[in-house]
């Protein structure tokens, strides 16, 4: 199925010149190792609410070329979410509904919505909160292998990667819904699909579960459509998808942050709900700067300050030396400022 293009009334031609010397050497070295030798760029697309400024694909890519998003799903299922919020079926600050917690005496009863989306869950997930393997490529139940888990942290009080948080506050919303049917239907009918992102398949387990923490295929298209509605508030073509304040929400830094640095001294990037936060992270990029990121280098960033999306999808090197959308994003900007 083709791509219609829309929003976007203007476009650059795919694969190539933006118009923008500068822009287009920026974009030159994306597709080699300058900004990572252990990256390989698959993507790169540069667009504002009304145009597409650059787009450019390796061999054999394509605008309808859908790649694994990695954890760029969980900006993804946070944006469901927000949907679920505009229309009354969640409130974030309320306690998850998870079935296994609803037991009178289960302390985890108390971990609420908001808790999931700041990763701030308190749920054991073993050392390294991002190894779901099991659910991902083994065949287990988000139900048997995340929501039985147990408390080792108060609710709120520990920011802790973990995937299973995500799922289980899919899972949350799913208890909204009088139907499976129901909710299978509703990310398609509440979000994607109105916002043209037809070319976006969501992943289940095999008992109709959501793996919004990482299963998601999309295109680079697709992803920036999102990134325009976060511009636009929430916002398209004058109708509301995501509740009103939804980007100030996710945008906000949660209560418990994760570490300052890296164990090698490198900075990181604070957290909101279920998106990274550039804040104070790169002075040469803006304060309001969000990101969507996945493994292997995969990239939606957000400036609304300047009307602008990123993306860059990539299948880097695992273990290796990623690609540095930081770099990459603060020289778009100061191309496209030098316009």
């Known amino acids: 199925m083709p791509d219609t293009g829309l929003p976007w009334t203007d476009h650059a031609p795919v694969n190539g010149p933006s118009g923008n010397d500068r822009l287009d050497k920026v974009i030159d070295k994306a597709f080699t190792t300058q900004f990572g030798s252990d990256s390989r760029t698959s993507a790169v697309l540069i667009a504002t609410p009304t145009a597409i400024l650059a787009e450019r694909y390796k061999e054999g890519h394509s605008p ?3 790649q694994r998003t990695w954890s760029v799903a969980k900006s993804i299922g946070a944006s469901v979410i927000g949907a679920a919020v ?10 998850a509904q998870i079935p296994q917690w609803q ?5 985890r009863r108390a971990i609420t919505l908001e808790n999931l989306l700041h990763m701030a869950s308190g749920l054991d997930s073993n050392i390294a909160g991002n190894r779901t393997d099991r659910v991902y490529m083994g065949g287990g139940l988000m139900a048997d292998e995340a929501a039985t888990n147990a408390l080792e942290a108060m609710p709120g009080m520990r920011w802790k990667y973990a995937n299973n948080d995500t ?6 919303v799913r208890s909204a819904f009088e139907s499976e049917d129901a909710y299978l239907r509703f990310p398609f009918e509440a979000l994607l699909h109105p916002i043209g992102m037809t070319h976006t398949r969501l992943e289940t387990d095999w008992a109709g579960d959501f793996i919004m923490s990482s299963q998601v295929w999309t295109t680079a298209r697709d992803l920036a459509r999102l990134g325009v509605l976060h511009l636009q508030d929430g916002l398209w073509d004058g ?6 304040g939804w980007v100030d929400y996710i945008s906000t830094p949660a209560p418990a942050q994760p570490p300052l640095q890296n164990s090698d001294g490198s900075s990181r990037p604070g957290y909101g709900a279920q998106w990274w936060l550039l804040n104070a992270y790169d002075p040469a990029l803006p304060k309001d700067s969000i990101v969507a990121a996945g493994n292997r280098g995969q990239y939606l960033v957000v400036i609304p300050s300047l009307d602008l999306v990123i993306v860059r999808r990539g299948y880097d090197m695992v273990g290796g030396s990623g690609f540095s959308y930081v770099d990459f994003a603060s020289q778009i900007v100061a191309a496209l400022k030098e316009n």
């Open 239 to 244: 109708k509301r998808i995501l509740a009103k």
């Open 86 to 95: 505009e229309q009354g079926l969640i409130d974030v600050k309320a306690p």
């Open 167 to 172: 799922m289980l506050a899919m899972r949350a």
């Open 64 to 66: 309808v070329t859908a």
């Open 103 to 107: 037991r009178l005496a289960d302390p």
